[in-house]
Structure formats: structure tokens, C-alpha cells
T-cell receptor, first 114, second 111 residues
Framework: GAGVSQSPSNKVTEKGKDVELRCDPI?????LYWYRQSLGQGLEFLIY????????KSGLPSDRFSAERTGGSVSTLTIQRTQQEDSAVYLC????????????FGPGTRLTVT | DAKTTQPNSMESNEEEPVHLPCNHS???????IHWYRQLPSQGPEYVIH???SNVNNRMASLAIAEDRKSSTLILHRATLRDAAVYYC????????????FGKGTKLTVNP
């Protein structure tokens, strides 16, 4: 079946602009996660959704970052007034929580802020 | 979350078995042992997980020590596509949902 999809795959933006990143989880997966990974670095957790609510937003780096999930499906991560340090690969993962905690990742969105 | 310790790198030859070790001496009774891998320029990929008993799936086997302080991911016949960084992590049931990756083990597979 279809896996997690993310769009766009690549995004180049100028410093100070806003960007929206989209994640389509696997159908039926109730849990959705956003992470980011800078070049050569480990995985950095951003936010977790269970259904449409976000019990854990602890990883959002600043108030310029926000995320929402609607209909228990698609999620959007928004970064306002982008900075160069926001450049990274943004990864989305989903999980069918009833079967354990394995998370299935999308291909990521590579964000470059110039 | 309890910490895990893995070798920085390992090397294997194609078609041979690979045993990737992980130490987790401070594991608690509700911690699941998960393995993920990340191929170059790709997102992480779930490999396998277990609690107490050894586990097998189409990708790999997971051997868990009787005291659960260590585990081994077994790739029965390494292929070039198995070259990746392998991460062993502990996830507490009912705890934080987020994945926290350490350095992992970089596996090189020689043709």
C-alpha cells in the first residue's frame, strides 16, 4: 500500500519568508510525527500528533514553528520568517499505535533557506 | 529514556551474516528494543522490535539476551543495499512517543 508522502520534496526559500510543508500519513495511522535532520546530524523530534491533537510539542524550536493536523490525516508544518538555521531535511512519520511503536517515515522535504 | 551503546562502525562482506550488537544495561521492564536504519540520503526505516523474546521478520532477526541488557540485530545475508546506519533505541511503553537516535552503527558491505 501507499507509504507516507511529503511535499514538496525540495524547497528553496529566501530568509524571512514563510514555508508550509505537507505530510500525508499512511491511511488509518492515528499517530503522526515531525522530525528534522540537519546535514550529518541525528534526528531531532519536533512534534507528535495523536489524532488531531498534539500531546507533545516540546521539540518545536521556537514560536516561528507551528503544525496542525486535520481530519486525523494530513498534517502541515509551517515555519514563519525562515532563518538559515532552519535549513534541514524535515521528516514526517506515522504509526498505527495499536500495533506498537514502529514509525514509518516519508522521504522528507529538503528545506534550504538562502 | 534509557541509553544504548553501539559500535561506531562495522564491516561485512556481501552474502555473509552480520551481527550488530547493542548494549542497554539500564533498560527497564517496560522498554521495548527497537531497531531502525537509515540508508544514505533517505529517511529512517523501521527494521524490527522486541520486548523479551527473539523476533524474526522478513528483514532481520532480533536476539535479546536473557537479562535484556543487550541485544543483537542479525542480517542473515548482507546485501549492498543493507549498507546504512543502524540505530538501536529503547522506547518505553506508555511513555514519550518520540524517537531519539544516538550515533548508531555505520555498516559497510563489501562486494
Amino acid at each position: 500500500g501507499a507509504g507516507v508522502s511529503q511535499s514538496p520534496s525540495n524547497k528553496v526559500t529566501e530568509k524571512g519568508k514563510d514555508v508550509e510543508l505537507r505530510c500525508d500519513p499512511i491511511s488509518g495511522h492515528t499517530a503522526l510525527y515531525w522530525y528534522r535532520q540537519s546535514l550529518g546530524q541525528g534526528l531531532e523530534f519536533l512534534i507528535y500528533f495523536q489524532g488531531n491533537s498534539a500531546p507533545d510539542k516540546s521539540g518545536l524550536p521556537s514560536d516561528r514553528f507551528s503544525a496542525e493536523r486535520t481530519g486525523g490525516s494530513v498534517s502541515t508544518l509551517t515555519i514563519q520568517r525562515t532563518q538559515q538555521e532552519d535549513s534541514a531535511v524535515y521528516l514526517c512519520a506515522s504509526s498505527l499505535r495499536r500495533t506498537g511503536y514502529e514509525q514509518y517515515f516519508g522521504p522528507g522535504t529538503r528545506l534550504t533557506v538562502t | 529514556d534509557a541509553k544504548t551503546t553501539q559500535p561506531n562502525s562495522m564491516e561485512s562482506n556481501e552474502e555473509e551474516p552480520v551481527h550488530l550488537p547493542c548494549n542497554h544495561s539500564t533498560i527497564s521492564g517496560t522498554d521495548y528494543i527497537h531497531w531502525y536504519r537509515q540508508l544514505p540520503s533517505q529517511g529512517p526505516e523501521y527494521v524490527i522490535h522486541g520486548l523479551t523474546s527473539n523476533v524474526n521478520n522478513r528483514m532481520a532477526s532480533l536476539a535479546i539476551a536473557e537479562d535484556r541488557k543487550s541485544s543483537t540485530l542479525i542480517l542473515h545475508r548482507a546485501t549492498l543495499r543493507d549498507a546504512a546506519v543502524y540505530y538501536c533505541i529503547l522506547i518505553t511503553q506508555g511513555g514519550s512517543e518520540k524517537l531519539v537516535f544516538g550515533k548508531g552503527t555505520k555498516l559497510t558491505v563489501n562486494p
